[in-house]
Antibody, heavy 121, light 106 residues
Framework: EVQLVDSGGGLVQPGGSLRLSCAAS????????MHWVRQAPGKGLVWVSR????????IYADSVKGRFTISRDNAKNTVYLQMNSLRAEDTAVYYC??????????????WGQGTLVTVSS | SFELTQPPSVSVSPGQTASITCSGD??????ACWYQQKPGQSPVLVIY???KRPSRVPERFSASSSGNTATLTISGTQAMDEADYYC?????????FGGGTKLTVL
């Protein structure tokens, strides 16, 4: 069974840093692209970042570019999101998601349970 | 930048058909998918590749896409279908979600 477990959230002051982790199991982690998606309280889903299967290529939403870094450790079956220079507007539940592709179509077929990040003084 | 627009809310009576639209420039040229999210839970994929259902998703969920609009249809809507629904597509190398639609079954 595919399982994604998000962790690392918490309360952090504006300008601070936090590292989120997503531990994967039940599939060949090194074969899949992975993403982070966030959801502010009471708001919709917003895509944050993506990393390819070997970690050599990453891409970010404009709102986090230059502040967030996605990475992965395929030996540990874990994807990370390093968040620096945090702002109040980064407050959200952060989900990792697996990118599954078939017949030229890619979508998120598995999601973590989410981890809450609160940026506040 | 590419945007997907959904109605904020849709209401349906139990047993009736609910339709949720998702609009974006030339969306029909891309693959759309749909997620269901219930309060306090993670999103769950209900439609992929415009109109395909994962095996665990009930047959009452269907979808189509053409032109600038993708549509999620729930036939014989049940109380358990009350949730937020999000469409999603790729634009170049980035992922775009619609703003979400709250489906109320009343």
């Amino acid at each position: 069974e595919v399982q994604l477990v998000d962790s690392g959230g918490g309360l952090v002051q504006p300008g601070g840093s936090l590292r989120l982790s997503c531990a994967a199991s039940g599939f060949t982690f090194s074969s899949y692209w992975m993403h982070w998606v966030r959801q502010a309280p009471g708001k919709g889903l917003v895509w944050v970042s993506r990393i390819n299967s070997d970690g050599s290529n990453t891409i970010y939403a404009d709102s986090v570019k230059g502040r967030f870094t996605i990475s992965r450790d395929n030996a540990k079956n874990t994807v990370y999101l390093q968040m620096n220079s945090l702002r109040a507007e980064d407050t959200a539940v952060y989900y990792c998601a697996r990118d599954y592709c078939t017949d030229g179509s890619c979508y998120f077929d598995s999601w973590g349970q989410g981890t809450l990040v609160t940026v506040s003084s | 930048s590419f945007e997907l627009t959904q109605p904020p809310s849709v209401s349906v009576s139990p047993g009736q058909t609910a339709s949720i639209t998702c609009s974006g420039d030339k969306l029909g040229d891309k693959y759309a998918c749909w997620y269901q999210q219930k309060p306090g839970q993670s999103p769950v994929l209900v439609i992929y590749q415009n109109n395909k259902r994962p095996s665990r998703v009930p047959e009452r969920f269907s979808a189509s896409s053409s032109g600038n609009t993708a549509t999620l249809t729930i036939s014989g809507t049940q109380a358990m279908d009350e949730a937020d629904y999000y469409c999603q597509a790729w634009d170049s190398s980035t992922v775009v979600f619609g703003g979400g639609t709250k489906l109320t079954v009343l």
